[in-house]
């Protein structure tokens, strides 16, 4: 007697399948209170994961990983947070932001953003208060 069998082979690829990056959230315009937390958001997706920066008015914008002292961390789903919108004279986050998303399989860049950062000029010295006056009497 005589056994038979068969063998079955299956074959992967090697090679896995890549996609370009694509933009799927872009920052927009936003107005925060000086010294108050804000986040511009940059959904990005793509295979392998892009590498995600930021730009601000053109200029690469340096965040926590890269300067400790920073006050901008870039998150986990590469949103740009600021821990206190700053506006003064050695620093203003004001400005027209953007992300750019790269992989092997190309680089992609996400419409303008604008955060403005809005503050008082001059600070209140004092409460308001109420006051009499006669009728025609200027104030």
Same mark, same amino acid.
């Given at each position: 007697?005589?056994?038979?069998? #068969?063998?079955?082979?299956?074959? #992967?690829?090697? #090679?896995?399948? #890549?996609?370009?990056?694509?933009?799927?959230?872009? /920052?927009?315009?936003?107005?925060v209170a000086r010294n108050e937390p804000v986040t511009l958001n940059?959904?990005?997706?793509?295979?392998?994961?892009?590498?995600?920066?930021?730009?601000?008015?053109?200029?690469?914008?340096?965040?926590?990983?890269?300067?400790?002292?920073?006050?901008?961390?870039?998150? /986990?789903?590469?949103?740009?947070?600021?821990?206190?919108?700053?506006?003064?004279?050695?620093?203003?986050?004001?400005?027209?932001?953007?992300?750019?998303?790269?992989?092997?399989?190309?680089?992609?860049?996400?419409?303008?953003?604008?955060?403005?950062?809005?503050?008082?000029?001059?600070?209140?010295?004092?409460?308001?208060?109420?006051?009499?006056?006669?009728?025609?009497?200027?104030?």
């Open positions: 007697k005589r056994l038979g069998f #068969t063998i079955i082979l299956f074959f #992967t690829s090697s #090679t896995a399948a #890549t996609t370009a990056p694509e933009i799927l959230e872009h /920052p927009l315009d936003i107005v940059c959904k990005v997706s793509g295979d392998p994961e892009p590498n995600v920066e930021w730009f601000k008015d053109g200029e690469l914008v340096n965040t926590a990983r890269e300067d400790p002292r920073s006050h901008k961390i870039l998150l /986990p789903d590469n949103g740009l947070f600021f821990l206190r919108a700053l506006h003064g004279k050695k620093e203003k986050d004001s400005g027209q932001y953007w992300c750019k998303a790269s992989n092997i399989r190309g680089t992609v860049t996400s419409r303008k953003g604008n955060l403005q950062v809005a503050y008082l000029e001059k600070e209140f010295r004092g409460l308001p208060s109420d006051v009499d006056v006669a009728v025609g009497s200027s104030v």
